[in-house]
């Protein structure tokens, strides 16, 4: 365990951090942190009782950190700029300072350590998987990169005195921060190409994830989608293909969920009677593997099915905010081409005679350089598009990486760049049938306004 009592974070509104600054505060350490703009999970802290500040200057830091140096610890996210202040003030004056995943692996390394890696998916899975363990007799603890509908947080700690507490993480694999880690089973949902400004090319990133899997001593704890995680042994799953160690057989599906079975290629009995409780074969693949992984580590099949049946799902995966006769809105996060395609997809198999509208926010000037001309592709296969200025995050802009540059790739007609604010005044100007908004950086904050103009 952590031996300073003042735990200081830097980027404490993110979404991993924020549940580690919950952690340590439920368990009575000192804790306060600093974050670049206000957010509902900065104010959810200071509901708590967490002090948070917006303001880059070492006098708004409590003196509690500030008069005693050697009992405080700084916990930082990789993606806080090299120029940031607070920083480089508590670098300079020799404080303990740890990223968010080494403390996060001396958190869960004395559990029993569930963790999901993937360039996609492993927010819904992670989530899953904590929902069978609610419906199980096992004692845990979550750390998730999303809103659980089930939990109603993205941290969950459930005291008492089993013998062996399990711990849920989500294994990120910016900046090789997975390898931080100690897992005893894991999922490994995909190993697409992204990170790039990091990792430099996709053979690298690759590497990563074999070097993330070799983690997990036991082959047989290791489950990974045959379709989409590349060059890792183990345990192979899938939604679709039959030729992977264990596949879904999908007996019915709407657009509320899909009843399956699991069936195998290793001479194991059948797993029936399975019924996931969102659409979306790309959800069902995560729910596959969710499964796969809990009944290894004991968890009982009664209590997988429960989860399963009883999912709600997280905010902003394949979130329906808006549900009626004349509208279908759904808020996704998707941001890699990857993720595009799957929720297009899902959607269009949903309702295929229906127009679908999509509004898309591009996260990161180096993401969209990358991934230019696959994002023209996925984003094509929609029938209207609005897209927004790119959402630069810790980066600053590089010349001729626009939305503008996305839209001139693209073989769709009905698309337009609008500022982020005009979105909404776009939109009622348009006759929606089925409405998208994705992304992964502010365009969440278009989802209540436009939610209260479809009457949701």
Wanted: glycine share 6%.
């Amino acid at each position: 365990m952590v031996d300073k009592k003042n735990i200081y974070f830097l980027g404490i509104g993110g979404i991993g951090m924020s549940a580690l600054a919950r952690y340590f505060h439920a368990q009575g350490y000192v804790v306060a942190g600093y974050d670049k703009t206000p957010s509902q999970l900065t104010t959810t802290l200071q509901e708590e009782g967490i002090l948070v500040s917006f303001v880059d200057e070492v006098a708004a830091v409590d003196v509690a950190y500030l008069n005693h140096k050697t009992e405080a610890m700084v916990v930082y996210t990789p993606a806080i700029p090299q120029e940031n202040v607070l920083f480089n003030y508590f670098k300079d004056e020799g404080y303990t300072l740890a990223k968010r995943a080494e403390v996060l692996g001396i958190v869960t390394k004395q559990t029993v350590n569930l963790s999901v890696a993937g360039t996609h998916g492993k927010t819904t899975t992670s989530s899953i998987v904590a929902t069978i363990l609610q419906y199980s007799e096992k004692q845990f603890s979550a750390f998730l990169g999303g809103i659980s509908t089930n939990l109603g947080s993205n941290y969950f700690y459930q005291k008492g005195n089993h013998e062996e507490h399990m711990s849920i993480t989500e294994a990120d694999e910016f900046d090789r921060s997975f390898l931080h880690l100690s897992p005893d089973y894991a999922i490994i949902t995909s190993t697409d190409a992204d990170h790039l400004d990091i990792y430099g090319k996709k053979e690298d990133l690759e590497k990563s994830y074999v070097d993330f899997s070799k983690r997990i001593a036991e082959s047989s704890h290791r489950f990974y989608a045959s379709e989409y995680a590349q060059h890792i042994t183990g345990v192979s799953y899938s939604a679709s293909s039959s030729h992977a160690d264990y596949y879904a057989v999908v007996e019915s599906k709407s657009g509320k969920g899909t009843r399956f079975s699991i069936a195998n290629n290793k001479g194991d009995d059948t797993i029936e009677n399975l019924y996931l409780n969102i659409p979306g074969e790309h959800n069902l693949e995560n729910a596959v593997g969710a499964a796969l992984m809990t009944l290894k580590a004991g968890v009982s099949l009664e209590a997988v099915r429960n989860g399963l049946a009883n999912f709600k799902g997280i905010k902003r995966r394949f979130e329906y905010v808006v549900q009626s006769e004349v509208v279908t809105y759904i808020d996704d996060y998707a941001h890699h081409p990857s993720e595009l395609k799957a929720i297009i997809s899902s959607v269009r198999n949903l309702y295929p005679t229906k127009k679908i509208t999509a509004v898309f926010q591009p996260h990161l000037f180096s993401r969209t350089q990358d991934f230019m001309a696959d994002f023209a592709h996925e984003l094509s296969r929609v029938d209207e598009l609005l897209l927004v200025p790119i959402y630069p995050a810790r980066e600053v802009p590089i010349d001729g990486i626009t939305s503008e540059a996305i839209m001139s790739k693209m073989t769709l007609g009905s698309v337009k760049c609008v500022p982020k604010d005009n979105v909404l005044a776009e939109l009622k100007n348009t006759q929606i049938e089925v409405l998208l908004t994705l992304g992964a950086g502010d365009i969440d904050r278009l989802v209540q306004p436009i939610k209260e103009y479809y009457g949701g």
